[in-house]
């Protein structure tokens, strides 16, 4: 797995209970004021524009929240390669 930006927009208040009850259960580590999840859940997240940065490295620019998938395993997300045909 790897980081392509971070979500802070799109969740209800609803979410945020939920996220904060099950992401607690999920901590792998953390570093200073950033918490690290095992790889548990899927959200559908939108964003205005996918950008490359020199290194190669994808970004989401803008991202939101859409959904939170509980029909979905980790397993079923999407890939790099995905996002780079979506970009």
């Known amino acids: 797995y790897v980081s392509v930006g971070k979500v802070g927009?799109?969740?209800s208040d609803?979410?945020?209970d939920y996220l904060t009850t099950e992401l607690r259960k999920n901590v792998?580590?953390?570093e200073g004021d950033n918490y690290?999840?095992?790889p548990r859940m899927v959200l559908t997240v939108?964003?205005?524009?996918?950008s490359t940065d020199a290194k190669g490295n994808l970004g989401l620019r803008f991202p939101r929240c859409?959904?939170?998938?509980?029909d979905?395993?980790?397993?079923?997300?999407?890939?790099l390669t995905s996002l780079q045909e979506m970009a």
Request: no cysteine; glycine share 4%.
């Open 9 to 11: 927009t799109g969740f």
């Open 46 to 50: 939108r964003s205005d524009l996918i």
């Open 66 to 70: 859409v959904s939170i998938r509980h």
């Open 14 to 16: 609803w979410d945020l």
């Open 72 to 79: 979905k395993f980790a397993s079923d997300a999407d890939t």
């Open 36 to 38: 690290y999840f095992l």
């Open 28 to 30: 792998d580590h953390f």
